[in-house]
């Protein structure tokens, strides 16, 4: 059974600050890594996508890749209200099969 | 990013009622999936196509079933609606090239009496 775990939270953080969310997934194999940001009643919007062990930037998001550590992070810096969602980690395990996704993490930035 | 597109994005509809959720996408994507979600709760695949005449069902078990004829349309039929089947019903499709990303349409919520 393949599985992707993220704590639930609720993440609170201040105005300003940097949040950091985790995963971890069980398959050493999986292959590409994606964050998932769904605001409550809307669908999930790609907003990352990691494929090799480092960092990756864009704009005040950074995924952060650990294949060794089957742990995929998401750096959200200067966060802002506008942030607060639910933030879903997936994982591709081989190429031609469904993501699998985590159950998410609600992150609460605070004005 | 990808074009997906899902109508009625809301419907209520009375016990025992046929209803045909559609799902259609723009960009050539040859793999698609259906998604079941409660408000606040997690995803849950029910339904995927890898391509024309090609289905699966997903990890939970569902009463829908789907049809992959063309490849921009995946429709998701329920044959007599329940008050079990009232969700969040979200589409999504994916390309070959990448890292088979999905990109999910604006769902449509369900009600049923």
């Known amino acids: 059974q393949k599985e992707v775990e993220q704590n639930s939270g609720p993440l609170s953080v201040p105005e300003g600050a940097i949040a950091s969310l985790n995963c971890t997934y069980s398959?050493?194999?999986?292959?590409?890594f994606f964050w998932y940001r769904q605001y409550s009643g809307k669908s999930p919007e790609l907003i990352m996508s990691?494929?090799?062990?480092g960092d990756k930037e864009d704009g005040r998001f950074t995924a952060q890749l650990n294949k060794a550590s089957q742990y995929v992070s998401l750096l959200i810096r200067d966060s802002q209200p506008s942030d607060s969602a639910t933030y879903l980690c997936?994982?591709?395990?081989?190429?031609?099969?469904?993501?699998?996704f985590g159950k998410g993490t609600r992150l609460s930035v605070i004005a | 990013e990808a074009d997906i597109y899902q109508t009625p994005r809301y419907l209520v509809i009375g016990t025992g009622k046929k209803i045909t959720l559609e799902c259609s996408q723009t960009?050539?994507?040859?793999?698609m999936y259906w998604y079941q979600q409660d408000p606040g709760m997690e995803l849950h695949l029910i339904h995927y196509?890898?391509?024309?005449?090609?289905?699966e069902k997903g990890d939970l078990s569902s009463e829908s079933t789907v049809s992959r004829i063309r490849t921009e349309h995946f429709p998701l039929t329920l044959e007599s609606a329940r008050p079990s089947h009232t969700s969040q019903y979200l589409c999504?499709?994916?390309?070959?090239?990448?890292?088979?990303?999905?990109?999910f349409g604006p769902g449509t919520r369900l009600t049923v009496t």
């Open positions: 999504a499709s994916s390309g070959r090239t990448g890292g088979h990303e999905q990109y």
């Open positions: 398959d050493r194999g999986s292959q590409s």
């Open positions: 990691i494929y090799s062990n």
């Open positions: 997936a994982v591709n395990w081989a190429g031609n099969t469904p993501l699998v």
């Open positions: 960009m050539g994507h040859d793999k």
């Open positions: 196509s890898y391509g024309v005449n090609s289905t």
